[in-house]
Nanobody
Framework: QVQLVESGGGLVQTGESLRLSCVASGSIWRIDIMNWYRQAPGNERELVAVIDSDGGTDYADSVKGRFTISRDNAKNTVYLQMNSLKPEDTATYYC???????????????WGQGTQVTVSS
């Protein structure tokens, strides 16, 4: 019933920017926490950014100062603005949320399918 869909990935050069979007659709009671994760081949999935229901944010040290997470509650959308991109940022980026559907009001984990970000040297 609830679905997360990411978009905005692509191929860029070092130093360029991208903005990722994640739209939550379906019958949603409330959204608690939205996150962005990333995973590169051979690596563990890494939490890179968090935003809570009050707009509070946190970031992994590797992206702090370069990435900004934000949300538009009216659109049920979370964004990840990625500036000063480096080759080390190359990964599949996944949107994750803890949301409660109208069906039972309990909070569940939802994942998007991922969007590929590739940063060339």
């Amino acid at each position: 019933q609830v679905q997360l869909v990411e978009s905005g990935g692509g191929l860029v050069q070092t130093g360029e920017s991208l903005r990722l979007s994640c739209v939550a659709s379906g019958s949603i009671w409330r959204i608690d926490i939205m996150n962005w994760y990333r995973q590169a081949p051979g690596n563990e999935r890494e939490l890179v950014a968090v935003i809570d229901s009050d707009g509070g944010t946190d970031y992994a040290d590797s992206v702090k100062g370069r990435f900004t997470i934000s949300r538009d509650n009216a659109k049920n959308t979370v964004y990840l603005q990625m500036n000063s991109l480096k080759p080390e940022d190359t990964a599949t980026y996944y949107c994750h949320g803890r949301l409660a559907p109208y069906s039972d009001y309990r909070v569940y984990d939802y994942w998007g399918q991922g969007t590929q970000v590739t940063v060339s040297s």
